[in-house]
Each structure stands twice: as C-alpha cells, then as structure tokens.
C-alpha cells in the first residue's frame, strides 16, 4: 500500500506515518477523498469525532480541510503514539486531542460538545461497528442536530440491525462502496 498522505487543505502533502503491525486498516486515498467530496464544504467549522483513530488519517484530513477540533479515541497504545506523531508533522495537534480509551468507556458518558461528524472504523470483524452506532444511538447528544455518523467497514461484516439492536435515533441516508471499503452514512431521525 502507497504512504499514507494528507490529500487536501492546509497539511495537503504532509505523510502520515502508519501504526506498526495489523492492528488498524488504514483507509485509501481513494475512499478517503471520496468521503471528503461527499462532506464537502461543511467540514469546515466542524468538530470531528475519530473513534477507533488509528494512524488518525480521516481525522487530520477533516483538521486538514477546515474542522475546528477533533477528539480521536484509541485504546492501542502503537496507534495513540502515531496519531501523536502525525498530528505534530501536520501542524495540527493545537486543534486536537487524543485520548488513549476504550471508545465505548468514552460514549457512555455525556459529551463535552456534540460533534458535526462521528467516524466510525474499528477493527474488521469484530461486530465493533455495530455495538458503537447502537452506543451513540443510545446517546445521541455525541451528534450534533444536524451531524452524520460515518462507518467504514468491509462490505462482507454488513449485518442488518433488527429487533432489540433496531436503531431509535439514527438512521441510514447513504451508503457508498469503493471495493473492498463501505461507508455508510447516518444522520438523526427527524422528530415527528
């Protein structure tokens, strides 16, 4: 896989180092200019949650691109250490903060300030997509009135969330596959 590379904006250029090892699945330039085309403009002024943060690529480009803030979450010490490193050789990290936590330690509690965007991309396989999208659904005060809940997971761990798992709050807008990447898009219901 070509280095990871900031696409886009102030940073636009900078390489970001990759996690050592398997534990995170980086994303493409493609998806992830693709992923920005979709947000467009309204990135910027954004604050931009990164869970399950990895090497923080989708984060730095949202900083990259406009965003104001973005909180990343990791609870892999590697990826926390990285992250911290791409958000220096950026310039970026004045307007970022990285905890090291269990994402879903963080989602139950309330927020500090609801965030314009929520990424979602942990771990292949785990069924960890689900259990955080049912996690914001369940607090939604994370999402801002008019903010998008972003997953990236493979096509083939798409599992249909029925009876007790159903979503309240949430619901899909959008979905786009780019091969072996999905990004579904979810965005809150609006009140009757």
Known sequence: MPGLRVIAGKARGRKLRSVPGDSTRPITDLVKEALFNIIGKDVENSAF?????????????ALSRGAVFALFIDNNRLA?????????????????????????????????????YIYIAPPQYKGLWKKALLALDAHPDWLADDGWVIVQIHPMEEE???????????????????????????????PD
């Open 49 to 61: 949650l990164d869970l399950f943060a990895g090497t923080g690529s989708v984060g730095i480009e």
């Open 80 to 116: 926390v250490t990285t992250l911290q490193s791409n958000l220096k050789s950026t310039l970026l990290e004045s307007q970022a903060q990285v905890l090291r936590m269990d994402a879903f330690t963080l989602l139950a509690r309330p927020p500090s300030q609801p965030f314009e």
């Open 160 to 190: 249909t969330l029925t009876g007790e798992e159903s979503l309240q709050v949430l619901r899909e807008i959008d979905r786009r596959e780019y091969g072996s990447t999905l990004l579904l898009f979810y965005a809150r219901v609006e």
